[in-house]
């Protein structure tokens, strides 16, 4: 025989002791130890599983507020006075994203199933592009130089990927141009903005990730991606 149930209750069989129905559901004892020791405890723990941690309840989402996090979750500021740092992190959305396909809008992250995430949808892009952040950011891929980011108040993954988009869909001379349309079996007319940097690169457009980052005098930061791969390997 079922019991009935109004629509959108929870479903308990009949069985169930109306006392145990409504007892209010117990704290896990590991969120009664004392916020100081979750803090020693989260401190052991990377960007990623930290992102995770602080889903799991309001209690860890407050603990993970605290200033000793601000390193380890890329909210720290350019250290004053302005000095050289030989050691950064690089925000992990910076090796997520595909960093040669990045547009103004699309910042394409891909999933385990196969599919694509928009990275500019996300807070992490708003975040500081280093841990320390930097007040100016050099950067080159594919040993070829973006350009120069500068942001007195800390460059972002955001400002980051937006100068990679710049940089790729820059036009190129009439020569190299017309020189990759001719390896590519592309039109041979057409206007010559056409034929980007990211288009004179082929199969060989596959981006590989960013080297260790490395610290500069008076704040700057040099970041150079790996050599790109290719898609037909």
């Known amino acids: 025989m079922q019991t009935s149930r109004q629509p959108g209750m929870p479903f308990y069989s009949s069985s169930v002791p109306e006392s145990i129905r409504r007892a209010p559901p117990t704290p896990s004892l590991l969120l009664r130890l004392p916020l100081r020791l979750w803090i020693r405890?989260?401190?052991?723990?990377?960007?990623?599983?930290?992102?995770?941690?602080?889903?799991?309840c309001k209690r860890l989402k407050t603990a993970l507020k605290a200033s000793a996090f601000d390193l380890l979750l890329f909210r720290l500021p350019p250290p004053l006075?302005?000095?050289?740092?030989?050691?950064?992190?690089?925000?992990?959305?910076?090796?997520?994203?595909?960093?040669?396909?990045?547009?103004?809008?699309?910042?394409?992250?891909?999933?385990?199933?196969?599919?694509?995430?928009?990275?500019?949808?996300y807070p992490a892009s708003n975040e500081f592009?280093?841990?320390?952040?930097?007040?100016?950011?050099?950067?080159?891929?594919?040993?070829?130089?973006?350009?120069?980011?500068?942001?007195?108040?800390?460059?972002?993954?955001?400002?980051?990927?937006?100068?990679?988009?710049?940089?790729?869909?820059?036009?190129?001379?009439?020569?190299?141009?017309?020189?990759?349309?001719?390896?590519?079996?592309?039109?041979?007319?057409?206007?010559?903005?056409?034929?980007?940097?990211?288009?004179?690169?082929?199969?060989?457009?596959k981006f590989e990730g960013w080297k260790e980052p490395s610290g500069m005098s008076d704040g700057t930061v040099f970041l150079a991606s790996h050599w790109f791969g290719s898609w037909g390997d």
């Not at 405890?41 to 799991?56: P, Q």
């Open 129 to 205: 592009a280093s841990s320390p952040a930097c007040v100016r950011m050099v950067v080159y891929l594919n040993e070829a130089r973006v350009g120069i980011i500068e942001n007195e108040r800390g460059v972002t993954v955001k400002e980051v990927l937006l100068a990679c988009s710049r940089y790729w869909r820059k036009p190129v001379s009439s020569n190299l141009a017309a020189k990759t349309r001719r390896e590519q079996c592309l039109p041979q007319r057409g206007k010559r903005s056409h034929v980007t940097k990211i288009v004179t690169l082929g199969k060989y457009c």
């Open 41 to 56: 405890i989260l401190l052991l723990l990377d960007y990623k599983t930290l992102m995770n941690v602080r889903r799991v």
């Open 81 to 121: 006075p302005l000095r050289k740092i030989r050691t950064y992190q690089l925000h992990p959305m910076l090796q997520a994203v595909d960093c040669a396909t990045v547009t103004h809008d699309k910042a394409r992250i891909r999933t385990s199933g196969g599919g694509y995430l928009n990275g500019y949808r």
